[in-house]
């Protein structure tokens, strides 16, 4: 079954501001260098807090096939 999931962090959008990580209840993100990174996608619940919370636009979602 597919599932709606966080799967991009564009790394040229994002500017490091670790909001999306704060928002983020699911322990889904991480920093890495300055930039945020989905360290435990399937744990994504498709809340798009992150996404309302990130101010460059740059969390991306998509249809993930499998259990996940
Ligand atoms: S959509 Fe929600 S659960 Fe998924 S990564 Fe973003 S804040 Fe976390
Ligand atoms: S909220 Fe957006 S700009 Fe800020 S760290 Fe996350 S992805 Fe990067």
Redesign the pocket.
């Known amino acids: 079954m597919k599932q709606l999931?966080?799967t991009e962090i564009d790394p040229y959008r994002c500017i490091g501001c670790t909001a999306?990580v704060q928002?983020?209840?699911?322990d889904?993100?991480r920093m890495k260098k300055g930039k945020a990174v989905i360290a435990y996608g399937e744990?994504?619940?498709?809340?798009?807090?992150?996404?309302v919370d990130c101010p460059r636009d740059a969390?991306f979602f998509g249809w993930v096939e499998g259990n996940l």
Request: net charge negative.
């Open positions: 999931k966080i999306c928002s983020c209840f699911n889904v993100l744990d994504c619940s498709q809340c798009f807090s992150c996404e969390v």
